[in-house]
Nanobody, 125 residues
């Protein structure tokens, strides 16, 4: 599974952005998907995950109520709708895929074998 993330950019505090992650293979429809973010010198941090049906999601506490994860299996694409952005949301955002959704391990980047190249989100104050 190859993943291509897009949609990053520069936005003011309080603004919105939608990230997309397009998958190359039909196996996408059976994979759980996730989003992580990373700032320079720090580890990759969990943002959100969604199961293969799109019916179960998991969001980091720092983004609950502001971010929404979704997917469109027909388009082999997952999305991260980001609202009320804050300067601390500034990071490179990575999409990821794994064969199963497990709420006990979703937040660990090690369990995701497939990664996109990252897209930069900058929130100005």
């Amino acid at each position: 599974v190859q993943l291509q993330a897009s949609g990053g950019g520069l936005v003011q505090t309080g603004g919105s952005l939608t990230l997309s992650c397009a998958a190359s293979a039909r196996t996408f429809s059976s994979h759980a998907m996730g989003w992580f973010r990373q700032t320079p010198g720090k580890e990759r941090v969990f943002v959100a995950a969604i199961d293969w049906r799109g019916s179960t999601t998991d969001l980091a506490d720092s983004v609950k109520g502001r971010f929404t994860i979704s997917r469109d299996s027909a388009k082999r694409t997952e999305y991260l709708q980001m609202n009320r952005l804050k300067p601390e949301d500034t990071a490179v955002y990575y999409c990821a895929a794994r064969p199963s959704f497990d709420s006990n391990t979703n937040r660990d980047p090690v369990v995701y074998p497939y990664w996109g190249q990252g897209t930069l989100v900058t929130v100005s104050s």
